[in-house]
């Protein structure tokens, strides 16, 4: 499976939107709508925050939502606060296992 | 509640296995639907996937990785065991283990505090 692409950083305001992209192939990201989002803190484990493309768990801010077109998935974070910087990876299911994206560390201005 | 913890040497020698342990409680990997995969991440890099067991046994291992890796469990202990033969420096990073659920077992909604392993002589 390879990695999946996403921009390295992403930046903004307090206040503002961020659309974080993800794209894949056909074999991953276009083939299947078993695309998760995770954030991650330094020096933490990752958190789910958007599973099969577009749902929140119970417990996630509703600013986080996701998205899919073709082979690219994205994950948008609205009204940006502090503590939403952090790194971001996306995953999908792909042949029997999953694949992960390159990461992007959104950074709040 | 549902929680992991790993366990397993900090440091390895080239050429050695690593054993790691996943410890888990909250839920029963004999539940149909359960799954419980192992994540790596190199310092500074990327997240990625090793290895996942079903709760019926079936087991899917990384491509790439595929010639050194073996996932196994104990039901009754609540564990998974994750051995990696013929270990490499490149293989220093944090390891994970998370609760997969979905068809697919790539809904990772609980994470381990991860275990970081140095391979060093």
Known sequence: QSALTQPASVSGSPGQSITISCTGTSSDVGGYN???????????????????VSNRPSGVSNRFSGS????????????????????????????????????????VL | QVTLRESGPALVKPTQTLTLTCTFSGF???TSGMCVSWIRQPPGKALEWLARIDWDDDKYYSTSLKTRLTISKDTSKNQVVLTMT????????????????????????????????????
């Not at chain 2, 990073?93 to 391979?119: E, P, S």
Request: glycine share 10%.
């Open chain 1, 34 to 52: 078993y695309v998760s989002w995770y954030q991650q803190h330094p020096g933490k484990a990752p958190k789910l925050m958007i599973y099969e």
């Open chain 1, 68 to 107: 899919k077109s073709g082979n690219t998935a994205s994950l948008t974070i609205s009204g940006l606060q502090a503590e939403d910087e952090a790194d971001y990876y996306c995953s999908s299911y792909t042949s029997s296992s999953t694949s992960f994206g390159t990461g992007t560390k959104v950074t």
């Open chain 2, 86 to 121: 013929n270990m490499d420096p490149v293989d220093t990073a944090t390891y994970y283990c998370a609760r997969a659920r979905g068809i697919t077992g790539t809904l990772f909604d609980y994470w381990g505090q991860g275990t970081l392993v140095t391979v060093s002589s």
């Open chain 2, 28 to 30: 029963s990997l004999s």
